[in-house]
Structures are given as structure tokens and as C-alpha cells.
């Protein structure tokens, strides 16, 4: 399975899904910390890939994603954004919407 493969069922297999930095534990950037806390609050079970663990995905999620920076968040198989977006997101209480939705799924 090639790395892009390897993505691809990543996102499909998880409904919501969040590539970072480090982990919800110990995220190792700002902006994946301030990610992870908005899905914690909107009560959100997710699955999280630790990009610095993982450098083939680090260098090739951007291409297959479109979107440069991380943390990068999917849900359903569709990227959400990142750290701004996520946040902006989270303060209209779209976020918990969206998060809402999934888990009813």
C-alpha cells in the first residue's frame, strides 16, 4: 500500500480524524494544543495521527489535502481546515454542530 493509500484509508476509516503534532496528550505545537482542546470541548471522540512520528505522511498529506499547514482536521472524509478555521469554528458553535452530526451517524 503506497503512502497516499495509506492516507486515503486513514480518512475514510475515521470520522473524525486529526493530524498534528504529538498527541491530545502531549500535543507538541500551540496550534494542535488550541485544536485538540476545541474537539474536547465539543465533547468529540476523534483519531489523531502524530505527523512528526509519521514523515512520509507529514510530506505528503499537503498534496493529497491541498492545505499546507497542520494540524489538518477531517470529518467524514472531508477536511475541515486547520487551527484558525477549527477555532473560528468552535467560538460560532459550528464546530459542535458538525461534531454533533457525526456522532449521531
Not at 503506497?2 to 505545537?29: A, D, H, R, T
Not at 499537503?62 to 492545505?67: A, F, K, Q, Y
Request: with cysteine; proline share 5%; hydrophobic share 35%.
Amino acid at each position: 500500500m503506497s503512502i497516499e493509500e495509506k492516507i486515503k484509508e486513514q480518512i475514510k476509516n475515521n470520522s473524525i480524524l486529526l493530524y498534528m503534532k504529538g498527541s491530545p496528550y502531549e500535543p507538541k505545537c500551540g496550534f494542535s494544543a488550541k485544536t485538540v482542546q476545541a474537539l474536547i470541548d465539543c465533547g468529540a471522540e476523534f483519531s489523531y495521527v502524530d505527523i512528526l512520528d509519521n514523515q512520509e505522511i507529514r510530506q505528503t498529506l499537503p498534496n493529497i489535502s491541498d492545505w499546507p499547514t497542520f494540524p489538518q482536521l477531517f470529518v467524514s472524509g472531508e477536511l475541515i481546515g486547520g487551527c484558525d478555521i477549527i477555532t473560528e469554528m468552535h467560538e460560532a458553535g459550528e464546530l459542535q454542530t458538525i461534531i454533533e452530526e457525526v456522532s449521531s451517524e
